[in-house]
């Protein structure tokens, strides 16, 4: 459940806002350092958490993503090692990387598999 009793009122036709929205619900419940959305040219779609980090994190996930596929260890960024899980995931023809960081496994994939689920109606929604 949210800890926001008001979550369902922060809703937007906008297509990025939306995303946005979604990853900060989830970035907040899991007390995760950063969850991103990354598109398969490695832009940043949305995140939530330290915008410079996820920034860098965003660019690296298709590199990641294509050698790996889903992934789960540690990533390096400016601030040095930070743990992170990635899932690749679909949306019509459309490949998508999501990146949870901080936080442990289980918080991690909790989040990656609701964030993906809503990203994923919000994309097919638009």
């Known amino acids: 459940?949210?800890?926001?009793p008001d979550r369902r009122y922060?809703?937007?036709s906008e297509i990025f806002q939306a995303l946005g929205h979604q990853l900060k619900a989830c970035w907040e419940d899991g007390s995760l350092d950063g969850l991103v959305l990354s598109d398969e040219d490695g832009l940043c779609l949305a995140a939530a958490g330290p915008a410079d980090t996820c920034g860098e994190v965003a660019a690296t996930l298709p590199m990641?993503?294509?050698k790996a596929g889903d992934f789960k260890g540690i990533l390096l960024a400016?601030?040095?090692?930070?743990?992170a899980m990635v899932q690749r995931f679909r949306v019509?023809?459309?490949e998508l990387y999501m990146c949870a960081l901080g936080g442990d496994e289980d918080?991690?994939?909790?989040q990656i598999a609701r964030s993906i689920s809503g990203c994923a109606r919000i994309l097919a929604s638009g």
Request: positive net charge.
């Open 107 to 110: 918080r991690q994939a909790r």
């Open 92 to 94: 019509e023809d459309t």
């Open 64 to 66: 990641l993503g294509r």
């Open 78 to 83: 400016d601030r040095g090692g930070v743990s």
């Open 10 to 12: 922060k809703r937007s």
């Open 1 to 4: 459940m949210s800890k926001d």
